[in-house]
Each structure stands twice: as structure tokens, then as C-alpha cells.
């Protein structure tokens, strides 16, 4: 079982920065594939990064590729999502997920967080 705890999202001007964690619990975390989704209102839940179990590996959506980046840190058991050049249209609700193989795009995840609100105003 993992539990999953978000952080770090709050309100934030258009070209501003955000740094959003979360931090994880369970003894097998390192081994676990990690991501992040987002829901903005009125939408579908979408795919924003993932990261493998090693860190070495990540991949991104296409919206947020050049713009942000996920990284974890299996000592703190912990993941990240560095958010740079925000706009408008990233406002969202951002979740961090867990995965016993691969967090991907196409399917749900194992885990998911509470969730943790990112508002970007123009």
C-alpha cells in the first residue's frame, strides 16, 4: 500500500514558478514508476509527467514539455514537479501517482493522491 501526500500548490501570476511534492509512504517507493495527472474544471483528468523507479528516466506531455520537470528522490521518498513559464491554462487540480510498473498516460494509475489546487492567473 502507498499513500501519497501532495504539497506545494497555492495561486501564482502567469510566467511565475511553482515547485509542487509529493511525498510518499511505503518501504518499496523506489521501486514504484512516478507521474503527475491534472484535472482542470469542466475536464478530463490528463497526463502531465512521469518519472521511472531510478529517476534517470522521464517523459512528458506534450503542453508542459520544456516548461516543467519531474524528479524524485528515493532517499525522502519523494517526487516533484518543477513548474517554470506557468500560464493561464495550467490551472488545475495537479495529482501525484504511483505505479507498480510504469505510470503512463493511457491507463490509471495503482495510487493516487488528494490532489493539490494550481491556480495561474493572466
Known amino acids: 500500500q502507498v499513500q501519497l501526500v501532495e504539497s506545494g500548490g497555492g495561486l501564482v501570476q502567469a510566467g511565475g514558478s511553482l515547485r509542487l511534492s509529493c511525498a510518499a509512504s511505503g518501504r518499496t517507493f523506489s521501486r514504484y514508476g512516478m507521474g503527475w495527472f491534472r484535472q482542470a474544471p469542466g475536464k478530463e483528468r490528463e497526463f502531465v509527467a512521469r518519472v521511472n523507479w531510478s529517476g534517470d528516466s522521464t517523459y512528458y506531455a506534450d503542453s508542459v514539455k520544456g516548461r516543467f520537470t519531474i524528479s524524485r528522490d528515493n532517499a525522502k521518498i519523494t517526487v516533484y514537479l518543477e513548474m517554470n513559464s506557468l500560464k493561464p491554462e495550467d490551472t488545475a487540480v495537479y495529482y501525484c501517482?504511483?505505479?507498480?510498473?510504469?505510470?503512463?498516460?493511457?491507463?490509471?494509475?495503482?495510487?493516487w493522491g488528494q490532489g493539490t489546487q494550481v491556480t495561474v492567473s493572466s
Open positions: 501517482a504511483a505505479d507498480r510498473g510504469a505510470v503512463a498516460a493511457w491507463k490509471p494509475p495503482d495510487y
